[in-house]
């Protein structure tokens, strides 16, 4: 009896030892992630690496019992798994080659991920939990309101087009159990505050407007990016069916559920009245393209380093600037009167400069064709045939002096020459210009 109360005793004490030893943790360690590309990061991004370093996690895995199995873990997508380590020496993970978390994890906004290693029934967190931020570029777009027809109420040609659609595309992960999914944030179209339709980012997107919106008068039409709430969608898809659900969101979006809409582009038109005619809608204006994180520390401070430089007030910065045009027609009022109207009338046909050899346009294509082809083409001819000409008279008035005979012969031969690589030179030109080097404006 006795030997066998010391048997338990010893069981128990190797039992409680084992799982002593096994359960046994310490602090998890700054493992020095290396994201690439470097951040700070802006969308699009194409791909990630994610590295640890070797050296830090070794040490800390000799701080617990062989066996186990390390993973890569990221606690805001379950989506991604546990990526297995294959190296621990070089802990390594890289969204091209996890075609389920490279949506999740290059989109906007703040990923966490951390190396767990498995040991039995534990999860010992081996790394602290890092972070990914990649910054959104606001979303922009141009819309309009078009028609082919008459442009009333009665006009079943009306539509919206959206077009020029950039940096709108980036996705959010949707887990249920069992099922994953990436879902692009859609965009939805506006006509007076009521949707037309809810679209998945493309970049050009037609709808129709519907008969009960065409009615006289002004009206607005806005694009919006939806911001999926991951959650309550979840929840819609398995209240709905995994299945059945797969298949209806991708075509009408009826169980996407969402938490935010930012403002895209926006526009005015008019509608006329029953068998009127509109008037000129407004020019689209393609909106600002500033990044988000210039709202951000460091570069809210007005610094234009540490990847600001695309700030506005830093070079290469994107927000739209408006060109000075000086308004040069007082110039004309200068000229001698006899050029006045010609210098104005210049000016009023658009792009073209008056100078002292006449008006000129500003654009080098029509400069080509208007005066290098038509008035310097003319010129060199008019001097050939003036220098044949010459020649002819030289021979004419020789008297049989060979030597003046063979002048003008020389200089008609090169006459004539001059002439023939005039008439050509224009298909000379394109030939090389545009069949040879394809420069633009010799078309």
């Known amino acids: 009896m006795r030997n066998t109360v010391k048997a338990a005793v010893c069981l128990i004490f190797l039992t409680f030892f084992f799982f002593s030893s096994v359960t046994k943790t310490s602090a998890a360690a700054d493992c020095n992630l290396i994201v690439n590309p470097r951040p700070p990061l802006t969308a699009p991004v194409n791909s990630i690496s994610l590295k ?59 990923h966490s991920v951390e190396l767990i290693y498995k040991l039995a029934n534990q999860n010992i967190q081996v790394c602290n939990i890092s972070t990914i931020t990649i910054n959104a570029l606001n979303p922009t ?82 694009v919006y990016q939806l911001e999926i709430d991951p959650t309550a969608t979840a ?114 046909s658009g792009r073209k400069m008056w100078t002292a050899i006449g008006c000129i346009p500003l654009d080098f294509t029509a400069l080509i064709k208007d005066y290098i082809f038509t008035t310097g083409v003319g010129m060199a001819g008019g001097i050939s045939f003036l220098y044949f000409i010459y020649g002819a008279f030289m021979i004419l008035t020789s008297a049989g002096n060979t030597e003046q005979i063979e002048e003008a012969r020389q200089i008609i031969i090169s006459s004539l020459s001059g002439l023939f690589l005039i008439i050509f030179s224009v298909f000379l030109l394109k030939f090389i210009g545009v069949d040879i080097f394809k420069i633009p404006g010799f078309g």
């Open 235 to 348: 929840v819609s898809i398995a209240s709905f069916g995994v299945m059945n659900a797969t298949l209806r969101f991708l075509i009408d979006h009826d169980l996407l559920i969402y938490k935010n809409a930012q403002q895209m582009c926006s526009t005015t038109f008019e509608i006329a009245p029953k068998g009127a005619t509109p008037n000129p809608t407004s020019t689209p204006i393609l909106t600002p393209t500033i990044p988000s994180f210039c709202s951000l520390s460091p570069c809210n401070t007005g610094t234009c380093s540490n990847g600001c430089n695309t700030c506005p007030g830093c070079p290469g910065a994107v927000h739209p600037t408006v060109a000075f045009v000086p308004d040069i027609k007082p110039l004309c009022d200068q000229l001698d009167p006899q050029y006045q109207s010609k210098c104005s009338a210049c000016l009023a």
């Open 52 to 110: 640890f370093d070797g050296a830090i996690v070794q040490q800390e895995l000799s701080k617990y019992p062989s066996g186990g199995q390390l993973v890569f873990s990221f606690p805001e997508n379950e989506a991604c798994g546990n990526p297995v380590v294959s190296d621990p020496n070089n802990p390594v993970f890289s969204t091209n080659n996890n075609g389920i978390c490279g949506p999740f994890l290059t989109s906007p906004g703040t």
């Open 141 to 222: 777009c141009k819309i309009e309101a078009n028609y082919t027809g008459l442009g009333d109420v009665d006009d079943a040609s009306w539509k919206v087009v959206a077009s020029d659609i950039k940096n709108a595309t980036f996705f959010v992960p949707v887990s249920i159990p069992g099922f994953s999914i990436s879902i692009p944030n859609p965009l939805r179209i506006t006509i007076d505050g009521n949707q037309v339709a809810v679209e998945s980012p493309t970049s050009t997107i037609e709808e129709p407007i519907p008969i009960n919106l065409r009615t006289a008068g002004q009206h607005n039409t806005s």
